[in-house]
Nanobody
């Protein structure tokens, strides 16, 4: 069974940066496209960024600020987040795109002064 373990969240001031990591267990990593999702309080979970072996896609609100990458040897997906805004505050999750029915615990990102 796949396990997804997110890390790297925290409290950061507006304009700051964070780098999230997601470790994926098992031998499935190379097969799928992977993505980062987020869920803010009172809102539905949304797809933020996705990556296949050759292409990346981003929701409009993070274009130019976030960068998704993957390391197939380490079976890890990353999300570099720059110029963070208060509206980026959410729990961030990784999963394949489209997602499995199971999710990791997520990592909390709070952008506040």
């Amino acid at each position: 069974q796949v396990q997804l373990v997110e890390s790297g969240g925290g409290l950061v001031q507006p304009g700051g940066s964070l780098r999230l990591s997601c470790s994926v267990s098992g031998s499935i990593f190379r097969v799928y496209a992977w993505a980062w999702y987020r869920q803010a309080p009172g809102k539905q979970r949304e797809l933020v960024a996705s990556i296949t072996s050759g292409t990346t896609n981003y929701v409009d609100s993070v274009k130019g600020r976030f960068t998704i990458s993957r390391d197939s040897v380490k079976r890890t997906v990353y999300l570099q987040m720059n110029s963070l805004k208060p509206e980026d505050t959410a729990v961030y999750y990784c999963n394949k795109d489209p997602p499995f029915n199971i999710w990791g615990q997520g990592t909390q990102v709070t952008v506040s002064s």
